[in-house]
């Protein structure tokens, strides 16, 4: 889909100059420089210096020499994400947002419109970011992985919801190969470290009844935050905070697109029963863990008991009967 037609998209430009400054960190360039290579005029790169610095990057201007960066941002920018990713199926379609209001939503429009599979969209802050059951997914600037991807794969609309499951174990490879935390997965889409909440995933799609038409996996992760407004401090941490050390945003979400695909091509080469199986083993939730599942104002205990093949959670209740739980909430009960 043609960039300038999603409002608020990333300017190429932009993008350009941030990667001529990173590239060339801590060296001055001149703005002549700047204003050839990136194909502006110089009171335009001025102009672009004064967005960048509103966006918290740290460009410095020297008196009749040119500017730098004071510090190279970690800033997902699709430039340095294509390089990093040549060759992939996520390599190709990387539409970046300083702030949108969502990026499934942007990626739900990319969907309708035609955009091939493999699409990714990422933003630096959400304003209106979408969490599971219409709660909203907080989204502080520059702090968190922020995506969603867009792909077409060949499933029956009731095999979509593996791709949360999946997705959630390959965030959860990515972040065990980043950092030394190993984060727990609760069905269908929390990714747990100490019990707080450090990521969750949200798939949403557009079918036919017996095909899907296209899938938006939206992660999020907590990377950066020092810390969660309100309530939300209770439930919600970051990888920072767990391990007391910032974490390179690029590097692990390089790493987990690279997971992705693999887990992804695997699915659709051997269908399912890899990613239940694989849930299974990793997750403490899927099996002997005493739960409540409320599912709007019904709720009720037992113990889970596995997935069944579409990755659906059994639980089985109190009375004894087993039970598919098909959405809800699930939360560990004593
Ligand atoms: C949840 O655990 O409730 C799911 C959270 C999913 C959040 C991500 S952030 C990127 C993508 N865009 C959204 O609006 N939501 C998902």
Redesign the pocket.
């Known amino acids: 889909m043609a960039q300038e037609s999603l409002p608020g998209i990333t300017d190429r430009r932009l993008a350009a100059l941030l990667t001529l400054l990173t590239e060339n960190a801590t060296i001055v360039i001149s703005g002549a420089r700047i204003a050839r290579e990136i194909g502006v005029s110089r009171s335009m790169v001025w102009q672009w210096v004064r967005q960048l610095r509103g966006l918290g990057v740290r460009v410095r201007a020297q008196r009749g020499a040119g500017y730098f960066l004071e510090r190279v941002p970690d800033i997902l920018t699709p430039d340095m994400l294509r390089q990093r990713l040549k060759g992939s199926l996520f390599g190709k379609h990387v539409y970046h947002f300083f702030k949108t209001?969502?990026?499934?939503?942007v990626?739900l429009e990319l969907g309708h419109a035609g955009e091939p599979e493999g699409a990714v969209?990422l933003?630096e802050e959400?304003t209106?970011?979408?969490?599971?059951?219409g709660?909203a997914?907080q989204?502080e600037r520059a702090a968190?992985?922020?995506?969603?991807l867009l792909l077409r794969p060949r499933l029956a609309p009731v095999q979509a919801p593996l791709l949360t499951m999946m997705a959630g174990l390959s965030a959860r490879t990515a972040i065990a190969t980043h950092t030394e935390l190993t984060p727990d997965l609760k069905w269908p889409?929390?990714l747990l470290v100490n019990g707080k909440?450090v990521?969750?995933?949200?798939t949403e799609m557009h079918a036919e009844p017996s095909q899907v038409r296209f899938v938006?996996v939206?992660?999020?992760?907590n990377v950066n935050q020092e810390k969660f407004p309100g309530e939300l401090g209770t439930t919600a941490s970051s990888l920072r905070i767990e391990t007391g050390k910032p974490v390179s945003r690029l590097e692990l979400l390089v790493r987990l697109l690279r997971e992705f695909e693999n887990d992804y091509n695997r699915f659709l080469r051997e269908g399912p029963a890899g990613v239940t199986r694989k849930f299974e083993a990793v997750s403490s939730y899927a099996q002997g863990k005493r739960v409540r599942v409320t599912n709007g104002t019904a709720s009720f205990t037992g113990m889970t008991a596995g997935l069944g093949p579409e990755g659906l959670l059994l639980v089985k209740r109190d009375d004894g009967l087993v039970v598919t739980v098909i959405s809800g909430d699930v939360a560990e009960a004593r």
């Open positions: 209001d969502s990026t499934n939503r990626a969209v933003a959400q209106a970011g979408k969490g599971r059951a709660r997914w989204s968190g992985i922020y995506m969603s889409n929390d909440k990521g969750g995933i949200l938006i939206g992660i999020g992760l």
